[in-house]
């Protein structure tokens, strides 16, 4: 007796589907799965109620390459606040009265002592300086505390959709919070 062989062509078929379907049902739901862990986290550590609002987890595949990204941006309204926040603010003019400037421009006055002015409209009514503000980390430091349950909450997300059956579950796409 002779052995047979049957599914060939079904098997070909589901290997030849695989690299898209662990990209689209795996991958990026694994990506997205450790990166709203530390967005989780930086919301929390911002001091800005705006800043916080503004945290997005983003995720993409590249055409024609395998890698899967996942990115926590801070993005809308609120937004342009994270830079002052995760840095801090140098000490600045905003405005100098005409009697102080000693016929400087206040860029020149903030550009002797390091720092940018602002100009509203052009002009500048009254003498304004601002004494900066101190750095309160977020984003990094949500990354820096939260790899390991980054990791484990990839991993966790594909143990999940991986059986002896396939991969389970729907596509991934879109964006989070």
Request: no cysteine.
């Amino acid at each position: 007796m002779m052995a047979s062989l049957k599914g060939r062509t079904e098997v070909a078929r589901f290997i030849t589907g695989l690299p898209a379907e662990i990209e689209t049902k795996l991958l990026r739901g694994a990506a997205r799965a450790a990166a709203t862990v530390v967005a989780d986290d930086a919301k929390q550590r911002s001091i800005s109620a705006e800043v916080s609002a503004a945290v997005k987890v983003r995720t993409a595949a590249k055409r024609g390459d395998t890698t899967v990204v996942a990115k926590v941006q801070v993005k809308g309204p609120g937004s342009y606040i994270a830079p002052w926040l995760e840095y801090g603010t140098l000490p600045h003019y905003i405005s100098v009265a005409d009697e102080q400037r000693g016929g400087k421009s206040v860029r020149r006055i903030n550009r002797l002592g390091g720092a940018k002015a602002l100009a509203i409209n052009g002009k500048f009514a009254k003498t304004v300086y601002h004494p900066g503000t101190d750095a309160h980390p977020f984003l990094r430091p949500a990354l820096d505390a939260n790899e390991s349950e980054a990791i484990a909450a990839a991993q966790g997300y594909i143990n999940s959709r991986v059986t002896p059956a396939g991969i389970v579950g729907t596509a991934e796409n879109g964006d989070d919070e």
